[in-house]
T-cell receptor, first 113, second 110 residues
Framework: DTAVSQTPKYLVTQMGNDKSIKCEQN?????MYWYKQDSKKFLKIMFS???????INETVPNRFSPKSPDKAHLNLHINSLELGDSAVYFC????????????FGQGTRLTVV | SQQGEEDPQALSIQEGENATMNCSYK?????LQWYRQNSGRGLVHLIL?????REKHSGRLRVTLDTSKKSSSLLITASRAADTASYFC??????????FGKGTKLTVNP
């Protein structure tokens, strides 16, 4: 069983479109994250949720809107996609915010054309 | 702002050799973690060292932490081709999030 699963794995879309990436964890963790990894492999945190509540929003454009329907799910919706949004997006979860190991999904490679 | 910074950015060694990667950070931490990322995959947790620990071992991995210098090192002994990956350090910031460095790309040649 996959601990943290995100879908889709690949996403190719045109500029201006709206898209969503879904993430689910079956580890019973309270904290979930979204990270963006750029072409230089730099991992930058975007959002952190603890028990469905947003605790970190790292100056991400408001075109990005996370939604956590329950503590096992953290979806990422992106409006009006831009070329610069092309990256690999990783979902992760941990038992505690920052203090415990994080489990990562396999990533979603988003390509905006 | 970025917390961890790995050094070197890239490292190429022969199988059987040891690989050492360093991580420096800026603010005080509760713990420091190391992760591995194989090409095209997600990150996998390797080891966590708490701020009151100085050294930790896990199999062929040895991690040291020097809080006075705000630095950590990851040593992989007797490296194998399968160790080829990018290695990241991550630090917690006020127990709210994990902040990652830019990573060290390790290539182990057979």
């Amino acid at each position: 069983d996959t601990a943290v699963s995100q879908t889709p794995k690949y996403l190719v879309t045109q500029m201006g479109n709206d898209k969503s990436i879904k993430c689910e964890q079956n580890l019973g963790h309270d904290t979930m994250y979204w990270y963006k990894q750029d072409s230089k492999k730099f991992l930058k945190i975007m959002f952190s949720y603890n028990n469905k509540e947003l605790i970190i929003n790292e100056t991400v454009p408001n075109r990005f809107s996370p939604k956590s329907p329950d503590k096992a799910h953290l979806n990422l919706h992106i409006n009006s996609l831009e070329l610069g949004d092309s990256a690999v997006y990783f979902c992760a979860s941990s038992a505690g915010a920052g203090e415990a190991e994080a489990f990562f999904g396999q990533g979603t490679r988003l390509t905006v054309v | 702002s970025q917390q961890g910074e790995e050094d070197p950015q890239a490292l190429s060694i022969q199988e059987g050799e040891n690989a050492t990667m360093n991580c420096s950070y800026k603010t005080s931490i509760n713990n420091l973690q190391w992760y591995r990322q194989n090409s095209g995959r997600g990150l996998v947790h390797l080891i966590l060292i708490r701020s009151n620990e100085r050294e930790k071992h896990s199999g062929r991995l040895r991690v040291t932490l020097d809080t006075s210098k705000k630095s950590s090192s990851l040593l992989i002994t007797a490296s194998r081709a399968a160790d080829t990956a990018s290695y990241f350090c991550a630090t917690d910031a006020r127990n709210e999030k994990l902040v990652f460095g830019k990573g060290t790309k390790l290539t182990v040649n057979p």
